[in-house]
């Protein structure tokens, strides 16, 4: 159903497959990590997602003072839930847009390293725990790097 894309995905990845492994990966990580942070970052209103970030932080500190005035400490969780949603809302139109192309690449994937055997590419694990690790991280750096809120 999908041979011609991921027809022209095999071309035009070609070379970067020559590479040892685990810098394919690496290099699909980065590329796909970068792309849905600048997604996130220009899909989402990032003043509303800061101001959100330190209202939420503020009120779980006041929350730590208020363990022995349950009612008080209940008003505050839910102000902290519709801030929550508020900032779920918020990056759910980044997600949309990220999610069908995300599938079809996942797909390419797994159906290439699935021909070559499911190889071990990162300290024994499968493509598919390399991919998640080096994008935790990556999405860690390019966050802070592109001031990502």
Do not use: C
Request: charged letters at 20%; aromatic letters at 14%; hydrophobic letters at 50%.
């Amino acid at each position: 159903m999908f041979e011609g894309f991921y027809g022209s995905l095999d071309a035009i990845s070609g070379p970067l497959f020559k590479m040892p492994e685990p810098f394919p990966i690496l290099l699909i990580s980065f590329l796909l990590t970068l792309l849905t942070t600048l997604i996130y970052k220009y899909a989402t209103d990032q003043e509303l997602m800061k101001t959100i970030k330190e209202d939420i932080k503020a009120l779980q500190a006041e929350m730590k003072g208020l363990k022995d005035k349950p009612e008080k400490l209940m008003s505050k969780q839910k102000e902290a839930m519709q801030k929550n949603m508020k900032m779920m809302m918020q990056s759910f139109k980044p997600m949309l847009i990220t999610f069908i192309p995300i599938v079809f690449i996942f797909g390419w994937l797994r159906g290439h390293y699935t021909a070559l055997g499911d190889p071990k590419l990162f300290f024994g694990l499968s493509w598919i725990w390399t991919y998640i690790i080096f994008s935790i991280v990556l999405s860690i750096g390019l966050r802070k790097l592109l001031k990502v809120h």
